[in-house]
C-alpha cells in the first residue's frame, strides 16, 4: 500500500511556473515508477509524465515536452513536477500515481495508487 498527497498547485499566470510534489509514504518507494495524470470535467484523464525507479528514464506527453520537468528525490519520497511557460489549457487537476510495473507507462490502468489531486489554473 503506498499513499501519495500532491501539493503546489495554485493559480497563475500564462506563462508562470508552478512546481507539483507528490509525496509517498509507505512501501519503499523506489520500487515504484511514478506517473503524473490530469483531468478537466467532462475530460478522459490523461497522462503527463512519469519517470522511472531510478530517476534515469522520463516520459512526457507531447503537450507538455520541453516545458514541463520530472524529477524524483528517493531519500524524500518525493517526486515533483516542474512546470514552466504555462498555458491556459494546461489547467486541470493534476495526479500522481504509482506503478509497480514498467509496462503502460501512459496509460491510466498501468498505475496502482492515486493521490487525491491538485489544482493547477493558469489564466490568460
Known amino acids: 500500500q503506498v499513499q501519495l498527497v500532491e501539493s503546489g498547485g495554485g493559480l497563475v499566470q500564462a506563462g508562470g511556473s508552478l512546481r507539483l510534489s507528490c509525496a509517498a509514504s509507505?512501501?519503499?518507494?523506489?520500487?515504484?515508477?511514478v506517473g503524473w495524470f490530469r483531468q478537466t470535467p467532462g475530460k478522459e484523464r490523461e497522462f503527463v509524465s512519469a519517470i522511472s525507479r531510478s530517476g534515469g528514464t522520463t516520459y512526457y506527453a507531447d503537450s507538455v515536452k520541453g516545458r514541463f520537468t520530472i524529477s524524483r528525490d528517493n531519500a524524500k519520497n518525493t517526486v515533483y513536477l516542474q512546470m514552466n511557460s504555462l498555458k491556459p489549457e494546461d489547467t486541470a487537476v493534476y495526479y500522481c500515481?504509482?506503478?509497480?510495473?514498467?509496462?503502460?507507462?501512459?496509460?491510466?490502468?498501468?498505475?496502482?495508487?492515486w493521490g487525491q489531486g491538485t489544482q493547477v489554473t493558469v489564466s490568460s
Open positions: 500515481a504509482t506503478s509497480l510495473t514498467a509496462a503502460q507507462v501512459m496509460a491510466r490502468g498501468g498505475y496502482d495508487y
Open positions: 509507505g512501501r519503499a518507494f523506489s520500487n515504484y515508477r
